[in-house]
């Protein structure tokens, strides 16, 4: 069944829609709320989050690949930190991590003894924009899963990417199967980032509707401006 031109319309309302006209939107709040109040054991509770996933071998070879051990990066929506644990062992200290989920990231720095490490509790509408004040610049941002996608076209985050990103963003997402769906290349660009690898399993032409979860692309953009 395709599914490409609903969701591709999509992308191209997310993405070619002035932000403010997205406020109005009942669904804005909904998604943040749903993940700040996750706790231990709930359905999208931190159990989840803390397990070996095929993917991390692959992260840790893209990051490898592009920046040194002292290098700073970024996780979006960390939850409780067990990628920012696997770089740690891989050999990088300078970590940081931010996501909405307060229990999460307690839950994670005391599990994987990430203490030390830096990880923010928030809201990315709310941490990206403070960051950026602060003067904060990351080597390499990178995000997992849904992280991105789940973020409502009411915040431009592809914005804040491209000022708090010195070198690359990493994202390993589902790109046609959110209603946030977005023109990742097009907005990347925008902000003076081009696509330097791209590994989709589908074209977004013809998507098993049944099957979208398995559904991941790996998507490296690198700032060039």
Not at 58 to 81: F, P, Q, T
Not at 132 to 152: N, P, T
Not at 174 to 186: C, D, F, I, Q, S
């Amino acid at each position: 069944m395709s599914i490409s031109i609903p969701y591709r319309l999509k992308a191209l309302i997310n993405s070619l829609t002035p932000r403010v006209f997205f406020f109005f939107s009942f669904r804005r709040m909904s998604q943040r709320n749903h993940w700040a109040k996750q706790k231990f054991g709930d359905v999208h509770g931190c159990q989840n989050y803390m397990h070996h996933r095929p993917q991390i071998p692959y992260l840790i070879d893209e990051i490898n690949s592009r920046v040194k051990h002292e290098h700073a990066v970024l996780d979006l929506g960390c939850n409780c930190g067990y990628y920012l644990f696997e770089l740690k062992k891989a050999g990088y200290k300078n970590l940081t991590g931010v996501d909405i989920s307060s229990h999460a990231i307690k839950f994670g720095k005391k599990y994987f003894d990430l203490q030390n490490t830096n990880m923010h509790i928030g809201a990315f509408e709310n941490v990206l924009p403070e960051l950026l004040e602060q003067g904060r610049k990351f080597d390499v941002i990178f995000s997992m899963g849904a992280s991105i996608e789940l973020v409502h076209p009411s915040f431009d985050i592809i914005k804040y990417l491209a000022r708090l990103s010195d070198k690359y963003v990493i994202l390993f997402i589902w790109e046609w199967g959110r209603p946030t769906a977005r023109l990742y290349e097009y907005e990347f660009q925008k902000y003076g980032f081009l696509m330097v690898k791209c590994i989709r399993p589908f074209d977004g032409s013809e998507i098993d509707t049944l099957n979208l979860k398995k559904i991941q692309s790996l998507l490296v953009f690198k700032k060039v401006t």
